[in-house]
């Protein structure tokens, strides 16, 4: 977070107008941020891949904090950056599967660990399944309607620099 004036400790990301896995540019504009002087665009400060955002919209961040990272544009796959399953979760004691009712993100999407990613209904909860980690989806393995074991991978999640679909 740059320094936006003498008097200013901190803003508010108020939009990200690139998101995880876009290529970037030094310069380019990067993401809006609101503070009780200015309001104004941040620049990428160098060219790569956005790998990770660290402040939310609508999150304070204080002058000087890292709001995001920025990779080399083909870096080299680090074990925290590898595949990650999705699998189905014990949805109580006596749930031995459920039945994927709807996904809410497509193939090629970012994900952001946590966020809403596929509903689940059982005989006895229906619910939405979070993503584990934030990256790419790379592949969905258990269709709507179809019925998966607790313990069954539903989806891969590539990292944040693969295929990601450009909006």
């Known amino acids: ?21 876009d ?7 990067l993401l809006e941020v609101s503070t009780d002087k200015v309001d104004t665009e941040i620049e990428a400060p160098a060219s790569g891949v ?3 955002i660290l402040v939310d919209e609508g999150e304070t961040a204080k002058v000087g904090a890292t709001l ?4 080399p544009p083909s870096p080299v ?3 925290a950056q590898t595949n990650t399953n ?18 809410l993100k497509s193939v090629g999407d970012v994900v952001k660990a946590g966020e809403p990613l ?15 980690a934030s990256g790419v989806l790379m592949k969905i393995l258990v269709d709507e309607g179809e019925t998966a074991k ?3 991978t539903l989806a891969i999640i590539g990292p944040p620099n693969s295929a990601a679909k450009t909006n």
């Open 68 to 71: 995001a990272i920025i990779g």
């Open 50 to 52: 956005l790998m990770k």
């Open 1 to 21: 977070m740059p320094a936006l004036g003498e008097t200013v400790s901190d803003g508010v990301v108020t939009r990200w107008l690139k998101s995880v896995g």
């Open 150 to 152: 607790v313990g069954a």
């Open 23 to 29: 290529v970037v540019k030094a310069g380019e504009p």
């Open 86 to 103: 999705v699998t189905m979760p014990a949805l109580g004691e006596t749930v031995s599967d459920g039945v994927v009712t709807r996904w």
């Open 118 to 132: 596929l509903e689940v209904s059982t005989d006895k909860v229906d619910t939405e399944i979070e993503a584990p």
């Open 77 to 79: 796959p680090s074990p």
